[in-house]
């Protein structure tokens, strides 16, 4: 995957750290389709666990919910309690 913008997305998305979590729009609020594209996209390893929607759900569900649980992201009915795993920036 090549482009500014995408190299942009994996730098904030590897930023991220453990035990907390980004929504696809906080990572790019201009562009936050392009987020999961690159991300589905990419082979570089990358946290994209720690990128969820702006709802707090999962859009890769108990596979992702079980990464998040062993960073100790705190959860509520199923989704990331934002207010307290969102990270500010």
Not at 8 to 34: C, H, K, N, S
Request: without cysteine.
């Amino acid at each position: 995957m090549a482009g500014r913008r995408a190299a942009q997305i994996l730098a904030t998305v590897r930023a991220i750290p453990p035990g907390f979590v980004r929504t696809y729009g906080d990572v790019d609020p201009r562009a936050p389709r392009l987020v999961g594209h690159v991300l589905a996209a990419t082979r570089e390893r990358v946290p994209w666990h720690r990128v969820v929607r702006a709802d707090g759900s999962v859009p890769m569900g108990d596979a992702q919910r079980a990464r998040l649980r062993r960073e100790g992201v705190p959860l509520r009915d199923g989704r990331v309690d934002l207010a307290r795993a969102r990270m500010a920036g």
